[in-house]
């Protein structure tokens, strides 16, 4: 399985942008279906956007809609996940997960079971 490690979280004011970036150490993430998820203390996972493997299809949770954007470069063996307008309930642990053999980004979110690896974490902070 590839190897994931998420970085690029850092603190940064309400209405601020990030770019978070996840690079498989091992492996190459071209036969993989990306996703990123994000865990705030005492809450469950949530998955937030995807991106498919094969024809760059994306899909995005209604709470990251239209703020977040997934991208991938495989020739960089990396998925991103710019944010913008970020709000202090966007704080969280962020991590990105890979599934093989999947084409439909929606399946990689919103179907945690499906996924093959998932990377360590970054931590963002959003401060109102």
């Known amino acids: 399985d590839v190897q994931l490690q998420a970085s690029g979280g850092g603190l940064v004011q309400a209405g601020g942008s990030l770019r978070l970036s996840c690079t498989a150490s091992r492996g190459s993430i071209d036969p993989y279906s990306l996703g990123w998820f994000r865990q705030a203390p005492g809450k469950d996972r949530e998955g937030l956007s995807g991106?498919?493997?094969?024809?760059?299809?994306?899909y995005y949770a209604d709470s990251v809609k239209g703020r977040f954007t997934i991208s991938r470069d495989n020739a960089k063996n990396t998925v991103y996940l710019q944010m913008n307008s970020l709000k202090p309930e966007d704080t969280a642990v962020y991590f990105c997960?890979?599934?093989?053999?999947?084409?439909?980004?929606?399946?990689?979110?919103?179907?945690?079971?499906?996924?093959?690896?998932w990377g360590r974490g970054t931590q963002v902070t959003v401060s109102s």
């Open positions: 997960a890979a599934a093989l053999g999947i084409n439909n980004p929606y399946q990689i979110v919103q179907i945690p079971a499906i996924v093959d690896s």
């Open positions: 991106i498919s493997s094969h024809d760059d299809n994306t």
